[in-house]
């Protein structure tokens, strides 16, 4: 079963190494994020992309501020 939900990317439960991660961020840098992965991702994405873009793909986010 698949069960899709709408949910503010600052109130996302990160887990293992994308917790951490997630924790080095700022609600202003959330919500930048946010309106950027809806820009990119207009049909939304599920829990595991958002996980591991934090967990795997950090550097990628941390470029988006420069």
Excluded: H
Aim: charge should be negative; aromatic fraction near 20%; glycine fraction near 4%.
């Amino acid at each position: 079963m698949k069960l899709f939900r709408e949910e503010s990317l600052s109130n996302f439960q990160f887990w293992s190494g994308a917790e951490c991660r997630a924790n080095q961020l700022t609600d202003a840098e959330f919500d930048q994020l946010e309106v950027m992965l809806c820009e990119l991702y207009p049909d939304g994405v599920d829990e595991t992309f958002i996980n591991d873009l934090f967990w795997f793909e950090f550097d990628w986010i941390c470029d988006v501020w420069g």
